[in-house]
C-alpha cells in the first residue's frame, strides 16, 4: 500500500505569493494534520482535519489555511507568502482515535518550499 | 523553554557503541512519540508509548510518566543509523496535536 504522499517536493516562490501544497494520506486514515519544520528546528503543528472538518490549530496566522476532501486527502494554502515561510511543510494521516487514546502519526516527505 | 527538551543535540559515537537519547516534557501526555529524520526530510515512526518499555531490533525506548521522561536507546549502533532523532508528544485532552522536540542528531562513525 502507498505511504502517505504530498506534491509538489520541491517548490520556489517570491514574496506575496500564494501557494497550495497537497496531501493524500494513507488508504483508510481519515485524519489529517499538517506541520512547519523550519530548518534547525522540530516540527510545528499547522492544522488537524478528520471528517473534513478542522479538529485542532496551531499559533499560525491566517494566511494559512487548509481544508480536507471527501476522500480524505488535504491541501494547506498560504496567502501572501513572506521569507519567514520557507521550510519543510509536513503532512501526516492516522486513524483519528474517538476514544481519545493515541494512534501512530505517518508521515509524508513533505514539500520544501523556498521564499525568495 | 520548550514543553519538550531534547539532550544531547548532537551526538557523535563510533560503530559498535550503546547511545541514549533523552527527552523530557513539561505537559500530561496520552503517548510520547519518538521518530526518525533523515537528510531530505522524511519522517519514520519509530515508537509510540504512554507507559512502560517497546523494543524494536536494536532500538529500546523507554517512558517515566511520572518523572516525565523518556530514553531511546540503540544498541549496537551502525553507521545507517546516523539521522535525527525526534521526540513527540500528544497532550491530554485528545487532540492529535503533536508536540516537538527540536531533535537529536545522531552521527554514528565507521
Known amino acids: 500500500d502507498a505511504g502517505v504522499t504530498q506534491s509538489p517536493t520541491h517548490l520556489i516562490k517570491t514574496r506575496g505569493q500564494h501557494v497550495t501544497l497537497r496531501c493524500s494520506p494513507i488508504s483508510g486514515h481519515k485524519s489529517v494534520s499538517w506541520y512547519q519544520q523550519v530548518l534547525g528546528q522540530g516540527p510545528q503543528f499547522i492544522f488537524q482535519y478528520y471528517e473534513k472538518e478542522e479538529r485542532g490549530r496551531g499559533n499560525f496566522p491566517d494566511r494559512f489555511s487548509a481544508r480536507q476532501f471527501p476522500n480524505y486527502s488535504s491541501e494547506l494554502n498560504v496567502n501572501a507568502l513572506l521569507l519567514g515561510d520557507s521550510a519543510l511543510y509536513l503532512c501526516?494521516?492516522?486513524?483519528?482515535?474517538?476514544?481519545?487514546?493515541?494512534?501512530?502519526?505517518?508521515f509524508g516527505p513533505g514539500t520544501r518550499l523556498l521564499v525568495l | 523553554k520548550n514543553e519538550v527538551e531534547q539532550s544531547p543535540q548532537n551526538l557523535t559515537a563510533q560503530e559498535g557503541e550503546f547511545i541514549t537519547i533523552n527527552c523530557s516534557y513539561s505537559v500530561g501526555i496520552s503517548a510520547l512519540h519518538w521518530l526518525q529524520q533523515h537528510p531530505g526530510g522524511g519522517i519514520v515512526s519509530l515508537f509510540m508509548?504512554?507507559?512502560g518499555k517497546k523494543k524494536h531490533g536494536r532500538l529500546i525506548a523507554t517512558i517515566n510518566i511520572q518523572e516525565k521522561h523518556s530514553s531511546l536507546h540503540i544498541t549496537a549502533s551502525h553507521p545507517r543509523d546516523s539521522a535525527v532523532y525526534i521526540c513527540a508528544v500528544r497532550a491530554q485532552g485528545g487532540s492529535e496535536k503533536l508536540v516537538f522536540g527540536k531533535g537529536t542528531k545522531l552521527t554514528v562513525n565507521p
Open positions: 508509548l504512554s507507559s
Open positions: 501526516a494521516s492516522s486513524l483519528f482515535a474517538r476514544t481519545g487514546g493515541a494512534e501512530t502519526q505517518y
